[in-house]
């Protein structure tokens, strides 16, 4: 196996690594309320903890697409732009069906 | 809102979304592959029991992410490109599901889960072994390329992905699978990316553990848009797989690989077990 070398902004995934915890401390609060609280609040944070959980990877697969594509990696950059078109796509025709 | 017609309490949710997710981080198959078979057993609608078995893939995979990132086991290249293909067939079995009869479907899910097990369980030993000269190196991925390097018992071992096109074909199966059945898949994907494509188990776990994600962000677009989601009920499992994520991550870079295997290789068998069970 021949080695390219590591990644050399290895460090970036450790701001993405924060804000995943970010998000994770925010879901599980969000959830907790939703456990906790009753009526419109209960909706509200129960429909907040869903859109976190669906919208997180698809940013972090947005975040890559275009970072990929900034440093010249086009084809891995049109890989995740891809899976966010099919998964755009899939959206759609779930909400048609 | 959907109406689950839910036969759990609330706490009973928690502890079993817990449970199941430790059992799917472990393994790398992901939450939702010992969830939703669980509640179907106990009884909750397969139209109920899917979007939770979501939540819970979605939930165990951001409590697992940051943990995993810092491992440098995560291969996002190596991970979308199979997710490319998964997401293709997800979105097609999902469509195409609703005109094949359940008893298909899950017994098309319990073969699925056999070839899974007798393919994890088949090889011994640890394929990818340490070179010595990368020990200084950071564990990660090499830009532009599917290889990488990991962390294992001190030392940096290089991977490199292999048989491209034949692990995306198993992919865009597993996906197919997830799609009709409404589990993560990754049951199919950690196997087929450690023994088709080669990449060490720890590697694969967590790379799969990423895609899963996405895989569930996906089909919960789909079943809000349906008016599926039950948020009491989504909220419970939410909480008891962060939990039992985080707890299932810690456990997941301890285990020695061939434990991980033999693990993942007996939850199979098991699901298979109970899914046959399920269709008789």
Redesign the interface.
Known sequence: ?S??????K?DR??R???L??V??LV??A???A??VLRGAA??I???A??VV??????L??AW?ARR?SR?G?L??AS??T??LA??T???I????? | VGDPTVILELWQLVALGAICAVIGSVGGIGGASVLVPVLLAAGMEPRAAAPLGLLTVAAGSLAAGARQLDAGLVHHRLGLTIELAASVGAVGGALVSTALPQVWLARTLAIAAIVGAVATAARSGVRNRPVGFLDAEPPGEWPGTLGGQYSLDGHVVPYQAQRVPAGMAASLVAGTVAGLSGVGGGFLKTPAMSEIMRVPARVAAATTTFTLGITASVGLLIYAGQGRVALDEGAAVVVGSLLGGLLGARVQGVLPVPVLRRVTGALLLVIAGIVLWRSR
């Open positions: 196996v080695a390219p070398g590591p990644d050399p290895l995934f450790r993405v690594g924060e995943l915890r998000a994770l879901t599980v969000l959830a907790t939703t456990l209960e909706r944070a129960g429909t903890t869903v959980l669906i919208a997180v990877p698809l972090r697969t890559l990929w440093r990696d084809r891995y890989v995740a891809g899976v099919v998964a796509v899939g959206a025709a779930g909400w048609l069906s």
